[in-house]
């Protein structure tokens, strides 16, 4: 909790409301569960406002800074491409163009301007890639980590399934 209360400042002055009756989204712990199985550390999940402008988003991941600067662990989860209406299931380890396409420039932008990220929003396959904003979004926050930092993201995994989603995972 006194995290929490300490993220009014880094996150521009943003109202924050903290709600300890709502779960984790599948977001944060299908991610954290494989990589700290014991649930060993304390974890707090930001909601992201979907309804403003990229660059806002990518502003408070530049704010994240002061957070990692403290030590504090920062995940930005979800599968930068994630159209689960054009799932191919007969297409296990593959990828529309339009996938690679959008994956491609988004991973691109990331390693060599991470600070131009806002743009994919008018990428000419973002409606395909990209048709709601939750799995696009933390895209943003880590590129703005990375600004700030003054730091490029590394690919940990990438690979695609079924067509509609990218598997790609950042380190910053």
Same mark, same amino acid.
């Given at each position: ?13 943003s ?16 991610? &954290? +569960?494989?990589?700290? @199985? $014991?649930? /060993? ?12 402008? #990229? ?53 691109? &932008? +990331?390693?060599?301007? @991470? $600070?131009? /990220?806002?743009?994919?929003?008018s990428?000419?396959?973002y409606?395909?890639?990209? #048709? ?41």
């Amino acid at each position: 909790m006194q995290l929490a209360a300490e993220l009014h400042s880094p996150l521009d002055g943003s109202a924050l409301l903290v709600d300890q009756k709502w779960g984790f989204d599948h977001g944060t712990w299908s991610v &954290l +569960l494989p990589m700290f @199985p $014991e649930a /060993s550390i304390p974890v707090m999940q930001l909601s992201m406002p979907y309804g403003l402008a #990229p660059e806002k988003h990518f502003e408070m991941g530049r704010q994240l800074r002061a957070l990692r600067d403290r030590g504090v662990l920062i995940v930005g989860s979800g599968n930068v491409v994630h159209n689960l209406r054009a799932v191919d299931w007969h297409n296990p380890d593959g990828a529309f163009d339009w996938a690679q396409r959008f994956n491609a420039d988004a991973m691109a &932008l +990331l390693q060599t301007r @991470p $600070e131009d /990220s806002p743009t994919l929003a008018s990428h000419r396959d973002y409606r395909m890639a990209v #048709p709601t904003p939750d799995h696009f979004l933390p895209l943003l926050y880590i590129a703005g980590l990375a600004a700030a930092a003054n730091s490029k993201p590394h690919v940990l995994v990438d690979g695609y399934t079924y067509g509609a989603l990218s598997m790609t995972a950042y380190a910053v």
